[in-house]
């Protein structure tokens, strides 16, 4: 059965585009075999404002929860987010509901044996602390 993914892409500023994100993302999805459920887009919007001031990461998150996607995809794990509180927060709640990571600047994919195996010894968080999260 194919993942069902949600991509979210985000850009801090309106002269920036989402669009190379988008691409991209879509490309991966596609030669995984990924079936792309929904793009949750914000832009113009900080990655350091929490989950209710980015209507596309809520709307995200309330899909995760509701089980209408399986795996979450993202350019950078910046694009989540700026603040480590609300970064691990968000972390702990797709692992809470078995919900997958594909991060891919940062090559973190949560459907591979190498990445359930960081996810569960937590080594994938120096590659997050590097990015700048």
Same mark, same amino acid.
């Given at each position: 059965m194919a993942k069902r993914v949600g991509i979210y892409i985000r850009v801090s500023t309106d002269? %920036? +585009?989402? !669009?190379n %994100? /988008? /691409? @991209? $993302? @879509? !490309?991966? !999805? +596609? /030669? &995984?075999g990924w079936e792309v459920v929904g793009i949750y887009e914000d832009a113009g919007i &900080?990655? +350091?404002k929490g989950r209710d001031k980015r209507p596309g990461f809520d709307r995200l998150l309330r899909d995760a929860t509701a089980r209408k996607i399986d795996m979450v995809a993202a350019w950078s794990v910046d694009r989540l987010g700026r603040s480590l509180q609300h970064l691990v927060g968000f972390l702990n709640e797709l692992? !809470? $509901?078995?919900?997958?990571?594909? $991060?891919?600047?940062q090559a973190i994919d949560t459907t591979t044996p190498l990445g359930r195996g960081n996810r569960k010894d937590g080594s994938w968080s120096a590659p997050m602390r590097s990015a700048g999260a």
């Open positions: 002269g %920036q +585009t989402t !669009a %994100q /988008r /691409r @991209e $993302l @879509e !490309a991966v !999805a +596609t /030669r &995984s &900080s990655g +350091t692992q !809470a $509901l078995g919900c997958d990571l594909y $991060l891919h600047q």
